[in-house]
């Protein structure tokens, strides 16, 4: 998993390819990995789930089981950003 996410943390890509960059490297490193979803929409639309290695990585919201797809890859992508930021800055401090 820690390979994984050290791979995804040098991509500079763009957060609309998010889905096919984070499925590719979920196949690369042979992780197993599910997009959990309802069946009926909630009042802020459908809400779905990123679940690699039975660790739940981000979610989010869509008209539609696809929008929210698409929402939770992209939030993954982001919180992956973001732990790059703050373990650089925590590297700058020591």
Do not use: P, V, W
């Not at 763009?14 to 309802?38: G, M, P, R, V, W």
């Amino acid at each position: 998993m820690q390979t994984f996410l050290f791979s995804l943390l040098n991509t500079l890509a763009d957060a609309s390819h998010s889905i096919d960059l984070i499925s590719t490297q979920i196949n690369k490193y042979h992780l197993h990995s599910d997009f959990e979803c309802a069946d009926k929409a909630t009042s802020n639309g459908f809400h779905g789930h990123l679940i690699i290695e039975h660790i739940e990585i981000a979610d989010g919201y869509g008209i539609n089981k696809k929008l929210a797809k698409k929402q939770a890859y992209s939030n993954a992508l982001k919180s992956i950003s973001t732990a790059k930021s703050f373990s650089l800055e925590l590297r700058n401090e020591t």
